[in-house]
């Protein structure tokens, strides 16, 4: 299972034409009689743009959830349910979708890998945001560059999948790492492998139903089943005086309103750039994000890096590089294969 991570909670699938059928994406067809050259230069140069810039806004997240502070983790994740609630209604009108909307909450395995995937993005969300407003960003970018060998691990483990030789020793490099890691922290690095391992059974579960539903439908019915909860979170917080919506001012009111925009708009990028572009560029572009926020972490927030912990990152890297050669020449062999069926069809 390749998964690829969207720290958004958007997977989508990198291997085989039955993994992309499963989510939508349909599999490369033949030239059909009389139909004219596509512009594919200018489609993808848009592709590219929108990846870019879904994954530079998720990059870039732990600047917001920073403006927002004194505000804590409960309270940002419950204003970002709560406001992306609205911003996802406001989007379903404008695009008359609530029959699709409507058919998601009437089909009940649809509705409850839904309501699954959101307690798992719930978990995700409240770890990563709690670990950027703790001075830990270092640690929750670690987990999403875990992520993609979490992914291949949940293939071996849930759909007993078979690994290819380099996705073997990318899985057995990231054991190392997380080992060196657990020496370099002294403990076990438990925000990263959250992270990891919560957006990782997310994706499982989001595959399960992933060309059934689109992505603000799927959004929706994630933020309808949280939104009690949240709202809840928000009436305990202000009763009891901890509340920062209305104590800090209108620009912090309108920023944490914002959070139903900002959790949206790179959904709605990453759609626009899935559509347009082959899963292997996605999957490399999907680096940006942990890249980002790890530039963050060091550079704006000046979180501290030992020598251990760069070795452990080192180590990291080496299984992401393997995980990468591995998904490119998988790739290329199932183009040429592609090509080649093709010939023989002609």
């Given at each position: 299972?390749?998964?690829?991570p969207?720290?958004?909670?958007t997977?989508?699938a ?29 489609d ?7 990846g ?37 209604a406001?989007?379903?009108t ?29 978990i995700?969300?409240l ?10 960003a ?5 987990g ?14 849930v ?44 994706g499982?579960?989001k595959?399960?139903?992933g ?65 347009r ?11 940006f ?44 062999r199932?183009?040429?294969?592609r090509k ?7």
């Amino acid at each position: 299972m390749d998964n690829v991570p969207m720290p958004d909670g958007t997977p989508t699938a990198t291997s085989s034409p039955a993994s992309r059928s499963r989510t939508g994406t349909a599999a490369p067809s033949g030239p059909k009689p009389g139909a004219g050259p596509k512009p594919l230069a200018k489609d993808t140069t848009a592709g590219m743009l929108f990846g870019i810039g879904a994954y530079v806004l998720w990059g870039l997240l732990p600047l917001y959830f920073f403006i927002l502070m004194p505000a804590g983790a409960v309270e940002i994740v419950a204003n970002r349910v709560v406001w992306s609630l609205l911003f996802c209604a406001l989007l379903i009108t404008v695009t008359r979708a609530w029959g699709t909307l409507a058919a998601a909450l009437k089909d009940r395995r649809v509705f409850g890998s839904l309501a699954l995937a959101a307690f798992l993005i719930a978990i995700n969300w409240l770890t990563y945001t709690y670990g950027v407003t703790t001075g830990q960003a270092v640690e929750t970018s670690l987990g999403y560059f875990i992520n993609p060998l979490v992914s291949v691990l949940l293939g071996v483990l849930v759909l007993k999948e078979k690994l290819r030789p380099l996705q073997w020793a990318a899985v057995g490099v990231g054991f190392v790492a997380v080992g060196v890691l657990t020496y370099s922290y002294g403990k076990l690095p438990w925000i990263a492998l959250t992270l990891a391992f919560s957006f990782g059974l997310y994706g499982f579960v989001k595959n399960r139903v992933g060309s059934r539903v689109d992505a603000i439908t799927s959004l929706s019915v994630e933020t309808m089943v949280l939104a009690p909860l949240a709202a809840v979170a928000m009436v305990v917080l202000a009763a009891n005086g901890s509340s920062t919506l209305t104590s800090q001012g209108s620009g912090h009111f309108w920023l944490l309103l914002a959070s139903g925009v900002i959790t949206a708009v790179p959904l709605l990028f990453f759609g626009a750039s899935a559509r347009r572009l082959p899963m292997t560029t996605i999957g490399l572009l999907q680096y940006f994000a942990p890249v980002l926020q790890f530039l963050v972490a060091l550079l704006v927030f000046r979180e501290a890096m030992t020598a251990e912990r760069w070795i452990g990152f080192g180590v990291v890297w080496l299984a992401l590089l393997l995980l990468t050669l591995d998904m490119l020449r998988t790739a290329r062999r199932n183009s040429v294969a592609r090509k080649a069926a093709l010939r023989r069809a002609a």
